[in-house]
């Protein structure tokens, strides 16, 4: 699936206080528009990802399917203010995600009633915290999703060994004090090889979000709250999502256990669950399975966001 580059303009909405920054971009197609306006996909990273990492291209590929995208990034991160710089706070995601729909469903010709949500990683965690919170949704899109905080760690302990894990848990505890003690933030890398300090660090993480990384990406992040991520369970919420979801699962993922993913998906209502045979990081633009994995996206949106024929 060959796609042209889209214009995107820089805006800006505000979540609890602070300002974030996000790409709109604008559908180059009319297929799904209505007198109502055009469908929106509102897109987030995963784990210390940016709006700049590999993202534009899932965006562009749905604007010339006829659908808009509102592409940002988490406060800490990227183009986004806040401090400490690189935290990754759950609970602050989630507000920002909250916020970001609220603000795509104010964008000049875009149908409020047909916003969809869209995560990977992490965030394919997030959107079913966000969907279960929001039943006006269209849908959502979870790719490669962490839907179980003590899965993912128990899946980082196999690859990475109970020493590194001990390590890691330190840190994080160091980063916790210093946070209770207003001291400067405590920092360890985001990703490294196997065995290095870092929170992605499988087999092939390393390289993979390297080759992603665009130009306000940071390998690092702050352990002020680490030890929090393994107490994180969103997919406990998918029995309470009405929306039709999208669950992409990379069969052979050893940063997000895809196994994990596949029974949250056995959960929702209503689900599509596609398989890959590839790892965590092999769907982004450029690898083997992108072209694929953005054409069943395309497909379910434009399936799911098509307005009813007359009189139906």
Same mark, same amino acid.
């Given at each position: 699936?060959?796609?042209?580059?889209?214009?995107?303009?820089?805006?800006?909405?505000?979540?609890? &206080?602070?300002?974030? $920054?996000?790409?709109?971009?604008? *559908?180059?197609?009319?297929? #799904?528009?209505?007198?109502?306006?055009?469908?929106?996909?509102?897109?987030?990273?995963?784990?210390? &990802?940016?709006?700049?990492?590999?993202?534009?291209?899932?965006?562009?590929?749905?604007?010339?399917?006829? @659908?808009?995208?509102?592409?940002?990034?988490?406060?800490?991160?990227?183009?986004? $203010?806040?401090?400490?710089?690189?935290? /990754?706070?759950?609970?602050?995601?989630?507000?920002?995600?909250?916020?970001? @729909?609220?603000?795509?469903?104010?964008?000049?010709?875009?149908?409020?009633?047909?916003?969809? @949500?869209?995560?990977?990683?992490?965030?394919?965690?997030?959107?079913?915290?966000? *969907? *279960?919170?929001?039943?006006?949704?269209?849908?959502?899109?979870?790719?490669?999703?962490?839907?179980? &905080?003590?899965?993912?760690?128990?899946?980082? +302990?196999?690859?990475?060994? /109970?020493?590194?894990?001990?390590?890691?848990?330190?840190?994080?505890?160091?980063?916790? /004090?210093?946070?209770?003690?207003?001291?400067?933030?405590?920092?360890?890398? #985001?990703?490294?090889?196997?065995?290095?300090?870092?929170? +992605?660090?499988?087999?092939?993480?390393?390289?993979?979000?390297?080759?992603?990384?665009?130009?306000?990406?940071?390998?690092?992040?702050?352990?002020?709250?680490?030890?929090?991520?393994?107490?994180?369970?969103?997919?406990?919420?998918?029995?309470?999502?009405?929306?039709?979801?999208?669950?992409?699962?990379?069969?052979?993922?050893?940063?997000?256990?895809?196994?994990?993913?596949?029974?949250?998906?056995?959960?929702?209502?209503?689900?599509?669950?596609?398989?890959?045979?590839?790892?965590?990081?092999?769907?982004?633009?450029?690898?083997?399975?992108?072209?694929?994995?953005?054409?069943?996206?395309?497909?379910?949106?434009?399936?799911?966001?098509?307005?009813?024929?007359?009189?139906?």
């Amino acid at each position: 699936m060959r796609v042209q580059k889209t214009a995107r303009a820089d805006i800006s909405f505000r979540s609890n &206080g602070v300002e974030s $920054a996000a790409w709109h971009y604008r *559908a180059t197609s009319k297929t #799904l528009a209505t007198e109502k306006g055009r469908p929106c996909v509102v897109l987030a990273h995963g784990f210390g &990802g940016t709006r700049d990492s590999g993202l534009e291209g899932f965006a562009e590929a749905f604007a010339a399917a006829g @659908v808009d995208s509102l592409v940002f990034d988490y406060r800490t991160f990227g183009a986004s $203010a806040g401090e400490p710089r690189q935290l /990754v706070d759950i609970d602050a995601q989630l507000e920002d995600y909250t916020a970001a @729909v609220t603000c795509a469903r104010t964008l000049d010709d875009v149908d409020a009633d047909r916003v969809v @949500v869209w995560g990977v990683s992490l965030s394919g965690g997030h959107v079913f915290r966000i *969907a *279960a919170g929001d039943q006006r949704l269209a849908g959502a899109i979870s790719l490669t999703p962490a839907t179980d &905080g003590a899965a993912t760690a128990r899946l980082s +302990v196999k690859h990475n060994g /109970v020493g590194r894990a001990l390590t890691t848990s330190a840190a994080g505890l160091v980063g916790a /004090v210093a946070a209770a003690r207003n001291k400067h933030p405590f920092y360890q890398p #985001l990703t490294g090889h196997p065995g290095d300090p870092g929170a +992605v660090n499988a087999p092939g993480a390393f390289e993979g979000y390297t080759a992603i990384a665009g130009p306000t990406w940071e390998n690092r992040y702050t352990m002020r709250n680490a030890l929090s991520f393994a107490r994180y369970h969103p997919g406990r919420e998918a029995p309470k999502i009405s929306c039709p979801v999208l669950v992409q699962i990379a069969d052979l993922d050893q940063s997000a256990p895809p196994l994990v993913a596949a029974e949250t998906a056995k959960k929702l209502r209503s689900a599509e669950v596609r398989h890959y045979p590839c790892d965590h990081f092999d769907v982004y633009p450029g690898r083997e399975w992108h072209e694929q994995v953005v054409r069943h996206q395309v497909d379910f949106l434009s399936r799911r966001l098509a307005s009813p024929p007359p009189g139906s």
